[in-house]
């Protein structure tokens, strides 16, 4: 579904991805794994055409997206809940969501259902529908990230980070409703430091190190992998 | 701000009410016995600076919508405005209207002159973004700010040479740089006179047109931003830009709509102030300019309501200052104010904090 082969992506003249090749095949859950620093937000970024690759490339369903702004690839079917959140925050919830539809060409009937949809996936979203999203907990936010992306009606769901800054039960909590999407048949690329729980939901995996693919393989072969387990997993 | 540094400023503060305040016009038994004496006037003098206040607004607008967008001060649209009032002008010229032309004939022409006017700010401010500021869109941000005072004085030696085709536009009068004389078509019919209400407040025809026009595109601009999907999207840009890229937002596109907007704005404001002021000179974008700018800020720039809020205030401010204290201060009252609420409110009146939460 998603394929890139030897991509570069550089801020400047600082090389943030030195030539990462993976893929996505539909229906999996993936994860790139990996410390601060290491690239994986860029790695999203770069699918996304925030950043443009220098060198490589990008297929989507075997369409180059090189030369397609971020808009068209967002209708092309690839949506994201950013680093860092990036909820709007003078927008309620409502709209936050509504936004989340922007590119889509179908009746409100439609999208309404599927913002029903998202409200049964996160009923604290309901309860807090006409509040501004810049007054919502950091969960609230994420789920709102997320619920925005979902508003996309995306093949492939690019979340960055999810568990960020939340506490245990939240976190475990996010991913168990990442694990349910995935049930669903979404497609997601699921970047992530706590990598513990990344693997246990996820189907495969890449380390991301310096902007390299140093490992790859099964979450499972990844999960007692020496290595990982290691520097990754916090374990001697 | 720390306490001794409060302590220097009420003392600079009551200095220039106590002492200076008098020198420019502060004389508080004379006002307070100006206003006892008459106080419709006091109500006529705020409605007209309710009206002069709205039209700072829709410029205001203007800028507030673009920083809001793309955090750029457009120096050049209190320019832009005045090029509407010029292009309002000339419609007027080719209707061949005069002073005192019956109402119903006049119609025509101003909706004519709106049109025009508010089509050629627009298009002209798409052309200014689209050539003097997206080719630096991610350079350094005091380019793009001396490119918008390029394009100041680009539009001004524009409306200086506009107001010299005399032989083609034979309404701008003899002297391309002198104020031109805008046709009055607005009635001054006394309204409360014509309802036979017996007061002294003036508030004519013209006043309720002006007012009602001005509030009308004030109120469309709000009910555009806050109900329609290219509305939103345009918020959604100011908030966050990347954001808005990940939803499927085309930013540019975004960027262009805003220009559009605010200068139809412009447009309609230099429509508004020639019918009401009938007078039109190709510098007062300058002051206007500088007055809406203030308002913005003053409002909270980025913020729309502010904008209308600082807009009314500075208004209101410049014309009881010009009955009651000296008009020759008024400036100097209206930007002591300015300073005073900055002070205070660094971010301005309805100007938000714009730290997010991680």
Known sequence: MLELIDVSTYYGNIQALKGISLHVEAGEVVTLIGSNGAGKSTTLRTIQGLLRPRQGRILFEGRDLQTVPTEEIVRLGIAQSPEGRMIFPRMTVLENLEMGAFQRRDKPAVIKADMDQVFDRFPRLRERMTQKGGTLSGGEQQMLAIGRALMARPRLLLLDEPSMGLAPMLVSQIFSIIQEISAEGMTILLVEQNARMALTVANRGYVLQTGEIVLAGDAKDLQVNETVRKAYLGEE | MKPWQKTVLYIVVIYFIFLLGPTAGLDIPRIVQAIAQSPSLLVTQLLVGLINGAIIAIIALGYTLVYGIIELINFAHGDLYMLGGFAALTVMGAFGMQDGAPFISAIIPMLAALLVSAGLCAGLNVLTERYAYRPLRNAPRLAPLISAIGVSFIFQNLGLFWGGLRSFIPIMGNTAAAPKSFPDLLPRTDIFQALGIQTKIDFTVKDLVVLVVAAGLMIGLNLFVQRTPAGKAMRAVAQNRDAAKIVGINVD???????????????????????????????????????????????????????????????LLSALSDQYLSSRWTDAWVFAVLVLILVFRPSGLLGENLQEKV
Request: overall charge positive; aromatic content about 8%; cysteine-free.
């Open chain 2, 253 to 315: 596109q975004i960027i262009v709509l805003t220009f559009l907007i605010g200068g139809a704005l412009a447009g309609a404001a230099g429509l508004l102030v020639g019918l009401y002021n009938n007078t039109i000179v190709f510098t007062m974008g300058f002051t206007a300019g500088l007055r809406a700018f203030t308002a913005a800020v003053l409002g909270g720039i980025g913020n729309i309501t502010g904008a209308m809020l600082g807009g009314v205030l500075i208004g």
